[in-house]
């Protein structure tokens, strides 16, 4: 893991106003033939050339939008990604979700060099002692404390089956 490549710069946001709007609940997804609409158009910015929309498009579906088919696979999709941040935040959806195909998604981050900090709060939501040792690779000291404790509380998770529910919103 490497720290640097996991600190988020201050000013990073979406370069779309509206996922910035949907990534903070401001765009309604549910409900009206207008937030169908936004959802649709949301689920196109996870495919979007810019990063910033990619990531914060799918932390804005796994927040916010409905559990339907669509959102489920435009989530699944995303979790395929290039980026690994992307793919963490897609991955961390599907875990809060409660979906069965997160842990193999886990496991498969796990299994690289580099994976997003969404991959360590998605471990600790599943719980699954397959990935204790996996962890176990990125446990290191960092100079970013709150890495470490979430890398270590997922540990703890994983050995004890139980899910860190403080990351559950």
Same mark, same amino acid.
């Given at each position: 893991?490497?720290?640097?490549?996991?600190?988020?710069?201050?000013?990073?946001?979406?370069?779309?106003? *509206?996922?910035?709007?949907?990534? #903070?609940?401001?765009?309604?997804?549910?409900?009206?033939?207008?937030?169908?609409?936004?959802?649709?158009?949301?689920?196109?910015?996870?495919?979007?050339?810019?990063?910033?929309?990619?990531?914060?498009? #799918?932390?804005?579906?796994?927040?916010?939008?409905?559990?339907? #088919?669509?959102?489920?696979?435009?989530?699944?999709?995303?979790?395929?990604?290039?980026?690994?941040?992307?793919?963490?935040?897609?991955?961390?959806?599907?875990?809060?979700?409660?979906?069965?195909?997160?842990?193999?998604?886990?496991?498969?981050?796990?299994?690289?060099?580099?994976?997003? *900090?969404?991959? *360590?709060?998605?471990?600790?939501?599943?719980?699954?002692?397959?990935?204790?040792?996996?962890?176990?690779? *990125?446990?290191?000291?960092?100079?970013?404390?709150?890495?470490?404790?979430?890398?270590?509380?997922?540990?703890?998770?994983?050995? #004890?089956?139980?899910?860190?529910?403080?990351?559950?919103?």
């Amino acid at each position: 893991m490497n720290a640097k490549h996991m600190r988020m710069e201050e000013s990073y946001s979406p370069q779309s106003d *509206f996922v910035g709007l949907a990534a #903070t609940g401001d765009v309604p997804l549910d409900g009206s033939p207008e937030a169908d609409s936004n959802l649709h158009r949301l689920i196109e910015f996870t495919r979007h050339p810019d990063k910033s929309n990619r990531d914060w498009a #799918t932390m804005a579906l796994g927040q916010y939008a409905p559990d339907t #088919t669509v959102v489920i696979d435009a989530l699944i999709a995303a979790a395929d990604d290039q980026d690994c941040d992307v793919r963490a935040e897609a991955i961390e959806a599907l875990a809060r979700k409660g979906l069965e195909v997160a842990l193999p998604l886990i496991a498969r981050e796990l299994a690289t060099p580099r994976c997003g *900090f969404g991959v *360590f709060e998605a471990a600790g939501i599943v719980a699954d002692s397959s990935l204790v040792e996996p962890l176990r690779r *990125f446990d290191k000291d960092t100079d970013e404390p709150w890495i470490d404790r979430t890398i270590r509380d997922a540990i703890q998770a994983c050995e #004890t089956n139980t899910p860190v529910k403080a990351w559950i919103y």
